[in-house]
């Protein structure tokens, strides 16, 4: 090993990054097993077993269909796709409390009540486009737990197709089937979909879609797929200070990425795909409650923050009816504003309004994770989107610093989920620290492509993005 990276501070945080992970995802390897007939019956057994392999095999035949004169490659797709298929049927049959507590209770109810009332009763707290599918759960003969996890696996096959996609967007070049087998290795999107049963991948993937058919300059789908997504979840709304800026600023041949007179497809997409319960007879405006209940309440109810990895967790417990709750509730939301908006304002000024591909997906790392880092009522899933960006940004640049910042971000996630998981209580307080590092990162990243003029702080960038130099041989004279 050379001295040079024996120096480099990268090479030790990532060394920690993975002790820690190791170590954790052991003790989570613990709780794997697999699917059996008993459990659930014969019918979701096997489906759980055909239904997960299906994406994962038709990533293989195309695989192995480009890359038949490569056997090596071959193989070590298929290997890395075998292991996703194993680690994702291990632990088929977790549940999580969020599944027994809250998603199986919501499919019971449906189960019990009408077609039509099931449409008009909101059931939960989440929008009525995922709802849809629990309804339709609700109808069928396969344990639902299973159905649910295939769901969100199912979008995070989406999700790394068009991350894939936009990587080969940026590099010029064709769909890379190794890297999309990496994709569906890495831990904490296989953790939310696969083991908790989340749906985090749903409006991610329709943010890396929309990123992707903006950088192609096609208004109408990018357009389409965030408004899916708003329809999905509200946190969504973490990728649109992205979509402000695309609208404001040009490529580097002059053309806008995206067309304000197109914009009205947002609304109208999410429309169509949440106003259904109205053909039931339920109520138009109730069809909004779940988003006016998040906005007014916040996702981690009264308290200041949803076990999520950010600056706020040392403030969970403060009441919230106390003065010192409301002081750090509006002193935080103006805080997320201004320093969104001060990174929006300087990049636009300092780019002239013209950005590259690079710079976008660099906005599309920092403003999702500058916001939930800083954002009260945060829940640890909502770092999903800044986590995505993050490896995208790696495998289009094979940049080490975004690699880091990825290592850092997915063990502050991996910290706060042992916490829910598998109930290990007390390590999860350090983790905002790991979550702060990445984001030091990543500014220092954004200031290097967008120097301050006359500021210290583009020394302290250039100290933390670059790599010390090997040292120079010493000739004899």
């Known amino acids: 090993m050379d001295k040079a990276r024996l120096k480099d501070y990268r090479f030790w945080i990532f060394c920690v990054c993975a002790i820690l992970f190791a170590v954790l995802f052991a003790f989570d390897l613990a709780k794997a097993r697999l699917p059996l007939p008993a459990h659930y019956g014969a019918a979701s057994c096997a489906f759980i077993y055909v239904a997960t392999a299906l994406p994962l095999a038709i990533y293989f035949v195309f695989a192995a269909a480009k890359h038949k004169k490569s056997a090596t490659t071959v193989i070590i797709i298929a290997v890395m796709l075998a292991l996703s298929y194993a680690v994702r049927i291990c632990f088929a049959n977790f549940q999580s409390k969020d599944y027994v507590n809250h998603l199986s209770q919501w499919v019971e109810e449906y189960r019990s009540l009408p077609l039509a009332d099931c449409f008009i009763k909101q059931v939960g707290n989440y929008p009525p486009l995922y709802n849809y599918f629990l309804i339709a759960f609700s109808r069928m003969n396969i344990s639902d737990l299973y159905l649910i996890k295939t769901l969100s696996f199912y979008f995070e096959a989406g999700t790394v197709f068009f991350a894939i996609k936009l990587v080969g967007l940026v590099r010029k070049e064709s769909f890379n089937y190794l890297w999309a087998a990496i994709f569906l290795l890495l831990p904490i999107p296989f953790t939310n979909s696969s083991q908790w049963a989340q749906c985090d ?42 979509g402000l800026v695309l609208l404001l600023a040009r490529d580097t041949d002059g053309r806008k990425y995206l067309l304000w007179r197109y914009i009205w497809l947002v609304p109208l997409a999410f429309m169509a795909l949440s106003c259904l319960p109205v053909f039931f007879g339920g109520s138009f405006f109730k069809v909004f409650d779940v988003y006016f209940n998040q906005v007014a309440v916040g996702n981690a109810g009264h308290a200041l923050n949803g076990h999520c990895a950010n600056i706020l967790l040392p403030f969970s417990s403060i009441p919230d009816k106390s003065v010192a709750y409301y002081i ?108 702060a590092a990445a984001l030091v990162i990543v500014y220092a990243m954004l200031i290097k492509a967008f120097p301050l003029n006359g500021n210290k702080l583009n020394g302290l960038a250039a100290l933390i993005t670059e790599s010390p130099r090997p040292q120079e041989q010493k000739t004899a004279p």
Do not use: H
Not at 352 to 380: E, H, R, T, W, Y
């Open 328 to 435: 750090l509730l509006v002193l935080f939301i103006a805080i997320t504003a201004v320093t969104d908006t001060l990174i929006i304002v300087s990049v636009l000024k300092k780019s002239g309004k013209v950005l590259n591909a690079q710079s976008v997906l660099l906005l599309c790392i920092l403003l999702p994770l500058n916001s939930v880092f800083f954002m009260p009522k945060m829940l640890d899933r909502f770092y999903y989107i800044a986590e995505i960006f993050l490896i995208i940004y790696f495998a289009a640049y094979r940049d080490k610093n975004s690699f880091i910042a990825y290592a850092l971000l997915e063990t502050a996630q991996w910290l706060m989920y042992t916490r829910t998981l598998l109930s290990i209580n007390g390590l999860y307080v350090i983790s905002p620290v790991f979550s």
């Open 201 to 242: 991948t749903m409006y991610t993937m329709c943010a890396v879609a929309g990123i992707y058919f903006a950088l192609k300059r096609l208004s109408v789908p990018a357009y389409l797929f965030i408004g899916l997504g708003l329809a999905f979840k509200m946190q969504t709304v973490l990728i649109l200070p992205v």
